[in-house]
Each structure stands twice: as C-alpha cells, then as structure tokens.
C-alpha cells in the first residue's frame, strides 16, 4: 500500500524557512519521480518543483533561487527546503508519487507579513 507522509509545516514569519519531508512506503522510491504540490485557498493546485530518479530537477517560477527540492533514497524520503518565504507561498503543501499518481495528506505552511 502507497503511503505518502508529509511533515514539516507550519507558521513563520516573511523571509523565514521551513523543511518539509514525505516519508514514503510501499512501492520502490529511487525509481519514481516524485513532486511537491501546493493549493493555496480559493485558487488550483499547482506544482512546485519535481525532482527524477536520477536526480534532475524542475520548479516553478514563482519558487526559483528560493526552494530546493532533494531525496533520499535510503531514506525513502523527499524533502522540501524552502528559504526567503512570502506571504503567497501561504498553502497546504502536498506530496506527490508522479507515476502512477499517489498524494500525501498535505501539511500547512502559513507564512506571515
């Protein structure tokens, strides 16, 4: 059974950081491409960075020079390193096996001015 546990959220002012981790089981993680999602309230979800079996990664605009996806893969685990945050990255941050889809629960980041 899939099983995607996100962590690491919270409340911080503007210009702080935050990690966030998924704990991942059930299915081989150093082969599947994994991705952190966010849905802020009212709007889509969106994707916020992916990162390979091999390492490659990809983000979106608004997070350049500013996050920092990683994994483990002894670990089973992804991280999400997020510095100098604003106020717009206020969202529910969700963890994502890509292929065949898979979500984690999310975790609430709340950044405040």
């Known amino acids: 059974q899939v099983q995607l546990v996100e962590s690491g959220g919270g409340l911080v002012q503007a210009e702080g950081s935050l990690r966030l981790s998924c704990a991942a089981s059930g299915f081989i993680f150093r082969i599947n491409v994994m991705a952190w999602y966010r849905q802020a309230p009212g709007k889509q979800r969106e994707l916020v960075a992916s990162i390979g079996s091999g390492g490659a990664t990809n983000y979106a605009d608004s997070v350049k020079g500013r996050f920092t996806i990683s994994r483990d893969n002894g670990k089973n685990t992804v991280y999400l390193q997020m510095n100098n945050l604003k106020p717009e990255d206020t969202a529910v941050y969700y963890c994502?096996?890509?292929?065949?889809?898979?979500w984690g629960q999310g975790t609430q980041v709340t950044v405040s001015s």
């Open positions: 994502k096996r890509v292929t065949p889809a898979s």
